[in-house]
């Protein structure tokens, strides 16, 4: 497919130094080239990955410059009349489209995602819309999704349709996607702060719940957890609320979407906290091997050996330590 209209021979600017392209908008993906200052490219469409701070801005916008080619935006020197980038499709598809489909009529544009939401204008049927993330609100149509477009209003996605398919969009407010630790101690590290402010909120050991998070999100490698900061693989049952942003779908499984990291820690002590048939493993919950295997002795979805897995784990990285004052 052509560059975005104004973005063929965008500039790089390195300061001197090399910029990778990678196979993926995260810094861990490939390295498919090495560009120097000045270099040139041809914008296709963009995408939501990590978070780089380089010597334009610091930003999570990638821009898909190549078949399965991303280069970060924080490196790119735009025009004083920067173009709107598309959304990228899932590749080979580049640039798509969300337009208005309200029937003939013109669709309101919502101070919330809600229609009781004040009312910030109007946008013709037929129109495009500069979409910039999705939000969770008011069901429309049968869908609970709103987009928040250009001027930080929103409309209800029932009436937008997208060609030739919907990308991959983040939440609003959501953190951008993590590339997982180098390491099991550094996992361990990253978790220990947002698994001790839940357990102390909610009354559940710190250790089972950095090794459940080890266990289901495969040390942070997993998709749910490096984009949607999902590292217990919770499912949309019960719905989202109160703990997630909404729901994304994984193959033919839906899962919650989070803020970020620590959201998915505290959302993963209160079910626990909250489901009657654990009230015994939270008599043990200053016995982190007992609980675990008092969580699967009262149904916990894990598998016939999920207890054994999770007191190894506990044991070979000494997780006990994160129940201790600190």
């Known amino acids: 497919m052509d560059p975005v209209t104004g973005t063929a021979g965008i500039r790089v600017d390195t300061d001197g130094g090399v910029v990778h392209v990678r196979s993926g908008p995260t810094t861990d993906r490939r390295a498919m080239a090495a560009l120097g200052d000045d270099s040139r490219v041809a914008v296709r469409c963009k995408v939501w990955g990590e978070r780089v701070t380089g010597t334009k801005r610091r930003t999570a916008y990638w821009m898909r410059v190549g078949a399965g080619r991303y280069l970060s935006d924080a490196f790119l020197d735009w025009p004083a009349a920067r173009p709107e980038v598309p959304w990228c499709g899932t590749a080979p598809v580049d640039a798509v489209t969300a337009r208005v489909a309200a029937g003939g009529s013109v669709l309101n544009l919502r101070r919330e995602p809600g229609t009781a939401a004040g009312r910030l204008g109007t946008v013709d ?189 506990i044991r070979r990285y000494d997780l006990r330590r994160l129940d201790t004052a600190g």
């Open 125 to 313: 049927d037929g129109s495009v819309l500069a979409v910039r993330c999705q939000a969770a609100g008011q069901a429309v149509g049968g869908s609970g999704t709103w987009l928040r477009v250009a001027g930080g209003r929103y409309v209800a996605e029932a009436y937008v349709r997208w060609a030739p398919q919907r990308p991959w969009l983040p939440w609003c407010g959501q953190e951008p996607s993590r590339t997982p630790p180098a390491s099991s101690r550094e996992f361990v590290a990253e978790a220990e702060g947002p698994a001790r402010a839940a357990a102390r909120a909610h009354g559940v050991p710190a250790s089972v719940l950095v090794a459940q998070a080890v266990y289901a999100s495969d040390w942070g490698r997993a998709e749910p957890a490096r984009r949607d900061h999902n590292l217990f693989g919770a499912l949309c049952v019960p719905a989202a609320k109160p703990g997630a942003l909404g729901c994304r779908e994984y193959g033919a499984t839906a899962l919650r979407a989070y803020r970020s990291p620590a959201d998915s820690f505290a959302d993963q002590a209160r079910v626990l906290a909250a489901e009657p048939r654990n009230a015994t493993a939270l008599t043990h919950a200053a016995d982190p091997e007992r609980f675990v295997r008092d969580l699967q002795a009262a149904g916990y979805a894990g598998g016939a050996r999920y207890a054994d897995r999770l007191v190894d784990l």
